[in-house]
């Protein structure tokens, strides 16, 4: 909860060691974080020591709310914002940092989607689905003609895929020509599906690493609900951190502090 504008004014001022008991911090990185500029810079005694108000406690509470939301390096470039004067600054961050969750959250619906698109469901008493055709030496190997066919795309895009590692075909000692194992048509399937759905190479890298961690796509259903829960803890976390951060906009405009650069800073 944020203090009053009269608390901010009555209170005696703290030291480090005050402001850093309240959080289970070192004295020295509430000094650390004063030097970044995640604090107010600090008053000084009459003997030179630090001294802080509750506002740099506000601010501190604010940064640490901010952390599991925006992580450290965001977090810090907030507070680093507002401290100077720049709102706007600082809101805009803020909006990066949602928008990178709407990210996450539609990468997170659209691997699900894809997933369900590889392993579709078979009714009881049917049989199962035919094995994909294979061409080459050994069962359950797919050239890279036949499976870009069923894919609906040219060669030479498998092989792009090929080279920023989303698809790993083995080489025909024989002949030297790509060589496609059940993996690797799942990968380029998937692979597939996403880029359909409009994300890029790179960020559908970190899909397929999923995927081949978890052995394949039934296992990764664990790790979706395990993504699914950090995507939602952390809009909980900008959600309290978003408070905590409002909280110390009004107190810093209830307490009329300046930025670095105005009149009534420099005076």
Same mark, same amino acid.
Request: hydrophobic share 40%; no cysteine.
């Given at each position: 909860?944020?203090?009053?504008?009269?608390?901010?004014?009555?209170?005696?001022?703290?030291?480090?060691?005050?402001?850093?008991?309240?959080?289970?911090?070192?004295?020295?990185a509430?000094?650390?974080?004063?030097?970044?500029?995640?604090?107010?810079?600090?008053? $000084?005694?009459?003997h030179?020591?630090? &001294?802080?108000?509750? =506002?740099? #406690?506000? !601010?501190?509470?604010?940064?640490?709310? %901010? *952390?599991?939301?925006?992580?450290?390096?965001?977090?810090?470039?907030?507070?680093?914002?507002?401290?100077?004067?720049?709102?706007?600054?600082?809101?805009?961050?803020?909006d990066?940092?949602?928008?990178?969750?709407l990210?996450?959250?539609?990468?997170?619906?659209?691997?699900?989607?894809?997933?369900r698109?590889?392993?579709?469901?078979?009714?009881?008493?049917?049989?199962?689905?035919?094995?994909?055709?294979?061409?080459g030496?050994?069962?359950?190997r797919?050239?890279?003609?036949?499976l870009?066919?069923?894919?609906?795309?040219?060669?030479?895009t498998l092989?792009?895929?090929?080279?920023?590692?989303?698809? $790993?075909?083995?080489?025909?000692?024989? &002949?030297?020509?790509? =060589?496609y #194992?059940e !993996?690797?048509?799942?990968?380029?399937? %998937? *692979?597939?599906?996403?880029?359909?759905g409009?994300?890029l190479?790179?960020?559908?890298?970190?899909?397929?690493?999923?995927?081949?961690?978890?052995?394949?796509p039934?296992?990764?259903?664990?790790?979706?609900?395990d993504?699914?829960g950090?995507v939602?803890?952390?809009?909980?976390a900008?959600?309290?951190?978003?408070?905590?951060?409002?909280a110390?906009?009004?107190?810093?405009?209830?307490?009329?502090?300046?930025?670095?650069h105005s009149?009534?800073?420099?005076?």
């Amino acid at each position: 909860m944020g203090l009053n504008a009269r608390n901010l004014q009555s209170e005696v001022p703290m030291r480090p060691i005050d402001l850093a008991r309240r959080h289970g911090l070192s004295t020295q990185a509430v000094r650390n974080y004063e030097e970044d500029g995640i604090l107010p810079a600090a008053g $000084r005694s009459a003997h030179g020591y630090r &001294t802080y108000t509750p =506002l740099h #406690a506000q !601010a501190l509470a604010a940064f640490l709310a %901010l *952390v599991p939301g925006h992580g450290h390096r965001s977090a810090a470039s907030i507070m680093r914002a507002v401290n100077r004067g720049a709102t706007d600054e600082a809101l805009r961050l803020v909006d990066e940092s949602h928008a990178r969750l709407l990210d996450d959250r539609r990468t997170l619906r659209a691997v699900a989607d894809a997933l369900r698109d590889l392993t579709p469901a078979v009714e009881p008493g049917s049989a199962p689905a035919p094995a994909a055709e294979t061409a080459g030496p050994g069962a359950g190997r797919t050239f890279v003609g036949a499976l870009a066919a069923e894919l609906g795309i040219r060669p030479a895009t498998l092989r792009t895929w090929e080279r920023a590692g989303l698809v $790993r075909p083995r080489r025909d000692p024989l &002949t030297g020509y790509r =060589l496609y #194992a059940e !993996a690797d048509v799942r990968d380029a399937r %998937l *692979v597939h599906l996403l880029r359909r759905g409009g994300y890029l190479l790179d960020q559908i890298a970190p899909v397929i690493d999923r995927v081949r961690t978890a052995g394949g796509p039934e296992p990764l259903e664990a790790t979706l609900r395990d993504w699914h829960g950090r995507v939602s803890a952390r809009g909980r976390a900008m959600l309290a951190g978003a408070a905590e951060l409002a909280a110390y906009l009004r107190e810093r405009e209830e307490d009329d502090v300046p930025s670095p650069h105005s009149p009534k800073a420099t005076a």
